[in-house]
């Protein structure tokens, strides 16, 4: 072998390595037979393109190599090498994403703890874990996730290429994998494996017993992200926490929180706030009840499709347990996503919650009818999803680089008839319907035997239509079908005298196949006499077209679109108005302060003018602007004839448990302040409108009594309609629950029940002191740390601080004098005093003690023996706290109750011959003192808010009604206006069962009307 012969052949040799390499698919798996490392490269051509969800080119053509867009656009040039598609009159869209799913994941282990076991404080799982199970961060999708080619079918066949999947359990619940739902092996289908970090407020399988109510869980988060911080700043040398440690490899990936109910959108943000987090949120359809409270958040949603069915109406009665709130939902559902994004809401659409996935294009179609345009629709399946996990380099949209992930359709893609053909997925093609492809549309001659006529086809390829053409006035339809270059025909000569002549009377058969073109065919066919003949078809040319036929189709066809218009417009009668809150007695417009004056009132002032006759009062700006006799005002001032009536200011309830989200209690621990009732208020609680019927103007919200020490309170105004936040009594004291007595040791709570401390009321001392004792330890190390030595903050120990400081104060449910003595008595021994007792049944006993430790009284008018440790009640206990010296005050405890406290108060002057003057005290100024607002609140006085009631009659009277209360100058309830709403609900409530009637009654489907009750909470309440 020459050199120069050696030296080419090795080029050669070199050149091949080189083109091979670069062609070559490398995989780490072998394989088993033989290789087969060919090129996979497709060039879609003459299609309408969606490169992305906004960006549309018409004739373009899509080149995908190796899974993956090589080049689109409307001057591609094609290889040879590649398959040619010609998909004219089709279209071109990117696969959909789901952010929010558990495809390819194991079930969740649940926990082997059993509901008669003992309570379980610490997690079993072994491990350097989180103390606590609901919170497993060290949990890696990807490490866990095998395909699921079942399940990944339904996602292919309703749009989907790709899924974000997590798995659903726990508080905080891991990284997800962000994969394909196309075959191949696991490993194949991943396109990132740590693609985001999830959280939820459910505990999930979890056997803990903390946390036990929405407040626990939002805690314990706010307690991890402490936990965290201060790990990663001690660097290991306090101790190994793979939870933490995984905790804090997860704050660089997107974070996403599910969320069960509207609100919790807003407990969510607000949490994400405080420690510089913002979530993108999965939410529950619900969101345009609160569109403006959402946007403020500028979190992206994650929005599920799932509509409730009607309700089956038909039985009056049962109709009756359908509320308002939930037939306007049933009505409004579909539009969620419409509105949404009117209001510039960012989303990704999921059919998570669905409990059949094929209802996802469905409900989409729906929400598409309501008003969401193609584009937001096809924005928020591709490109949001894809930019939420930071993915859009990869998928959601069809741009060169990115994976082959995309739908074939018969035309615009939300469109009612539109037909979806083909998923690719990776460059994988997966049929979902036969689409016809060749275009045979024109107008050809038809040979069969010795006899001509002339064929005619229309019509778009997937939707052409072949008739022969006999004259201007008739034809007669031909049926054709097309497999690759085979096409047959068949037609009946029995619909034309001309054609059965000439070809026999009956069905004639043709089967052929065409050339290159497709335009010329041949082949061999049957009359229907049985004669076998050959036959031909040669194009001529383009359809021609009647003009005048066409205008007139034309205009037909707008006429019958009018009238179409016309009927759905009576069908789809207008829905009904957003209400804040969504239930029944809400508000369409937000009611707003106005200057009102109150003339020739009898006036409670509870102050030193005592009650005043004959009086005017004058509220502007939400205060309280001057009082006297013949007042003048400026214009616009709305009057209010007063004469005959009497004006107060608000009651205020010291003990309440309405309006609360989700659990009263966290009793799993012996202490649980770190939780807080601020963080779970429930502005959409019917019980604050009853109450503002009932003169009910402010409440503190209380922790129940599960354990000693409870959960921190809110303290809100009844603002009906406002959010969470805009309820609560700005710049309030903070105040805290503690409790006493049989519900906090639970030693009669049953056998299994015998394992948290305390379990006497001995024990329920030693928690008081232990947990003041360590609160001061607590101070001291924070106070000593001067090395810059990393410090975890426990919110416990420093709420317990606040107390100790006298910057927070207790409020403690309590009954046995012995039992308020000693706790007296412990916080006296560690510098501070007591705020309040509430409930406190044994008052009258130790009404000395009481002022001397200044410590306030607040207590039920006359509840008792309704179990043995309030048998010693009596109902003169408040008088006779009160001649005491001790602030004194009625609270409810109870929603009921709520609304009745002014006929609670005129109990003291049954019970002990209380001025009707000092008993209206109990309810009004008395409990404002205990929360520290009567600088705000609880009288009538210049410079004070304007929360006050004009009552029908002296407010103590059975006979009183409240016609109007007033918050902050704002009338929220009238009860004029309330018949006007009663007449309003009782329409919508008709209007909406008769639609849904008329859904059953068109077959549509119905679910059957099941009571919900609403829980009320009380002190012993457990779970949410």
């Known amino acids: 072998m020459t050199e120069v012969t050696f030296m080419k052949k090795l080029i050669y040799l070199l050149l091949l390595c080189w083109i091979s390499n670069d062609l070559l698919a490398q995989q780490s798996f072998p394989v088993n037979g033989v290789h087969d490392e060919r090129e996979s490269s497709y060039a879609f051509t003459n299609a309408t393109i969606f490169t992305q969800y906004n960006k549309k080119i018409e004739n373009a053509t899509l080149l995908i190599r190796e899974g993956r867009v090589e080049a689109v656009g409307a001057g591609v040039t094609i290889p040879k090498e590649a398959i040619t598609i010609d998909l004219k009159g089709k279209y071109i869209y990117p696969s959909f994403i789901d952010i929010y799913s558990n495809y390819g994941l194991p079930e969740p282990k649940k926990s082997e703890r059993k509901w008669s076991d003992p309570p379980q404080f610490i997690s079993k799982k072994k491990g350097a874990y989180n103390w606590n199970e609901a919170i497993h961060p060290e949990y890696n999708a990807f490490e866990n996730f095998s395909a699921n080619e079942e399940k990944a079918k339904v996602y292919r066949e309703i749009g989907f290429g790709t899924v974000l999947s997590h798995q659903k359990d726990g508080i905080a619940r891991g990284s997800g994998v962000l994969a394909l739902v196309g075959g191949g092996k696991d490993h194949e289908i991943i396109l990132k494996d740590k693609a985001s970090a999830h959280y939820s407020f459910?505990?999930?399988?979890?056997?803990?017993?903390?946390?036990?109510?929405?407040?626990?869980?939002?805690?314990?988060?706010?307690?991890?992200?402490?936990?965290?911080?201060?790990?990663?700043?001690?660097?290991?040398?306090?101790?190994?926490?793979?939870?933490?440690?995984?905790?804090?490899?997860?704050?660089?990936?997107?974070?996403?929180?599910?969320?069960?109910?509207?609100?919790?959108?807003?407990?969510?943000?607000?949490?994400?706030?405080?420690?510089?987090?913002?979530?993108?949120?999965?939410?529950?359809?619900?969101?345009?009840?609160?569109?403006?409270?959402?946007?403020?958040?500028?979190?992206?949603l994650i929005v599920p499709l799932k509509y409730p069915k009607a309700y089956d109406v038909e039985d009056p009665l049962n109709a009756l347990n359908v509320s308002l709130a939930d037939m306007k939902h049933w009505e409004l559902a579909p539009s969620n996503a419409a509105k949404l994004a009117e209001a510039g809401v960012k989303f990704a659409l999921t059919p998570a919650d669905l409990k059949d996935m094929k209802d996802f294009n469905g409900n989409l179609q729906k929400a598409i009818k309501k008003g969401l345009s193609h584009e937001d629709a096809l924005k928020a399946l591709t490109q949001t999803p894809a930019q939420i996990v930071n993915s859009y380099d990869q998928v959601g949209s069809l741009e060169k680089g990115k994976v082959a992930n995309f739908l074939i359709t018969s035309d615009s893609l939300f469109t009612k008839d539109c037909k979806?053909?083909?998923?690719?997925?990776?460059?994988?093609?997966?049929?979902?319907?036969?689409?016809?492809?060749?275009?045979?549309?024109?107008?050809?001659?038809?040979?069969?035997?010795?006899?001509?006529?002339?064929?005619?086809?229309?019509?778009?390829?997937?939707?052409?239509?072949?008739?022969?053409?006999?004259?201007?006035?008739?034809?007669?339809?031909?049926?054709?079908?097309?497999?690759?270059?085979?096409?047959?025909?068949?037609?009946?000569?029995?619909?034309?005298?001309?054609?059965?002549?000439?070809?026999?009377?009956?069905?004639?058969?043709?089967?052929?196949?065409?050339?290159?073109?497709?335009?010329?065919?041949?082949?061999?066919?049957?009359?229907?006499?049985?004669?076998?003949v050959e036959w031909t078809a040669k194009y001529k040319g383009e359809v021609k077209k009647d003009e005048k036929k066409e205008d007139k189709a034309k205009d037909e066809k707008k006429g019958k679109d009018k009238e179409k218009d016309s009927d759905k417009a009576k069908k789809d009668e207008k829905p009904g108005d957003i209400t804040y809150p969504f239930i029944a007695y809400g508000w369409t417009e937000k009611p707003t302060a106005e200057a009102v004056l109150f003339q020739n009132a009898t006036v409670w002032t509870n102050e030193e003018d005592g009650i005043l006759t004959e009086t005017d009062v004058l509220i502007e700006n939400g205060k309280v602007k001057a009082i006297g006799e013949d007042l003048e005002v400026g214009a616009g001032t709305k009057k209010v004839d007063a004469r005959g009536k009497h004006l107060t200011s608000g009651i205020i309830d010291e003990h309440s448990h309405i309006a609360i989200s989700r659990g009263v209690n966290e009793g799993s621990q012996a202490s649980s302040a770190e939780v807080s009732i601020a963080d779970v208020v429930n502005s959409e609680d019917i019980n604050i409108y009853r109450q503002l019927a009932g003169g009910v103007t402010s409440a503190q919200l209380l922790h129940g009594s599960a354990n000693p020490i409870g959960g921190q309170s809110a303290i809100i105004k009844f603002r009906w309609g406002l959010t969470p936040e805009e309820m609560k009594f700005e710049n309030a004291d903070p105040f805290i629950k503690f409790a006493l007595g049989e519900n906090v040791k639970q030693s009669n709570w049953g056998d299994n029940n015998t394992v948290r401390f305390p379990q006497t009321r001995m024990g329920v001392e030693q928690v008081y002191i232990d947990h003041f004792t360590r609160a001061l330890e607590y101070e001291k190390a924070k106070n000593n740390n001067k090395n810059g030595k990393p410090f975890r903050r426990d919110l416990e120990l420093e709420t317990l601080l606040q107390i100790i400081n006298k910057e927070r104060f207790i409020t403690c449910h309590s009954y046995v004098q012995s039992?308020?003595?000693?706790?007296?008595?412990?916080?006296?021994?560690?510098?501070?005093?007591?705020?309040?007792?509430?409930?406190?049944l044994e008052g009258?006993?130790?009404?000395?003690?009481?002022?001397?430790?200044?410590?306030?009284?607040?207590?039920?008018?006359?509840?008792?023996?309704?179990?043995?440790?309030?048998?010693?009640?009596?109902?003169?206990?408040?008088?006779?706290?009160?001649?005491?010296?001790?602030?004194?005050?009625?609270?409810?405890?109870d929603a009921e109750m709520g609304r009745r406290l002014n006929q609670e108060a005129a109990k003291a002057v049954k019970y002990g011959g209380l001025s009707e003057e000092e008993a209206w005290k109990f309810v009004t100024l008395n409990p404002a003192k205990m929360l520290h607002l009567d600088d705000r609140v609880g009288s009538i006085k210049v410079g004070k808010d304007a929360d006050m009631v004009l009552w029908s009659d002296n407010p103590l009277s059975i006979y009183a009604k409240a016609e109007q209360t007033y918050v902050d100058g704002i009338c929220y309830f009238d009860l004029e206006q309330d018949a006007i709403l009663r007449k309003q609900i009782n329409e919508e409530r008709n209007r909406l069962v008769q639609k849904m009637l008329k859904i059953k009654k068109g077959g549509g489907e119905t679910q059957k009307p099941m009571p919900k009750r609403a829980k009320h909470y009380h002190c012993d309440t457990m779970g949410e």
């Open 420 to 532: 979806v053909y083909q998923n690719w997925i990776r460059g994988k093609k997966y049929e979902l319907k036969k689409m016809e492809t060749t275009d045979l549309a024109g107008a050809y001659q038809l040979k069969i035997g010795k006899y001509t006529n002339d064929l005619e086809i229309e019509g778009k390829p997937d939707k052409q239509k072949a008739a022969i053409r006999i004259n201007d006035s008739t034809k007669v339809s031909v049926h054709h079908h097309v497999d690759e270059k085979a096409i047959s025909l068949h037609f009946n000569t029995a619909k034309d005298s001309l054609l059965k002549t000439k070809l026999s009377d009956g069905f004639v058969r043709l089967s052929g196949w065409m050339d290159d073109d497709n335009k010329n065919w041949q082949g061999r066919g049957q009359l229907a006499n049985g004669e076998w």
């Open 202 to 300: 459910r505990k999930g399988n979890s056997g803990q017993n903390y946390p036990s109510s929405l407040m626990g869980s939002i805690a314990l988060l706010k307690q991890t992200f402490y936990d965290a911080d201060w790990y990663k700043a001690a660097k290991y040398t306090e101790e190994y926490n793979i939870s933490l440690d995984s905790w804090n490899q997860l704050e660089e990936l997107p974070q996403i929180m599910e969320v069960r109910d509207l609100l919790t959108i807003l407990r969510a943000d607000k949490l994400g706030d405080e420690f510089n987090v913002q979530y993108t949120i999965k939410a529950n359809g619900h969101e345009y009840k609160r569109l403006e409270a959402i946007k403020a958040t500028n979190a992206t």
């Open 819 to 840: 039992e308020i003595t000693m706790l007296m008595r412990v916080a006296e021994q560690f510098g501070f005093n007591i705020n309040t007792f509430t409930h406190i």
């Open 844 to 893: 009258y006993k130790i009404a000395d003690k009481m002022q001397k430790h200044g410590v306030a009284g607040s207590t039920f008018s006359d509840w008792w023996a309704y179990k043995y440790e309030v048998i010693d009640a009596i109902p003169h206990n408040g008088t006779i706290m009160h001649e005491m010296g001790v602030v004194t005050s009625f609270n409810s405890d």
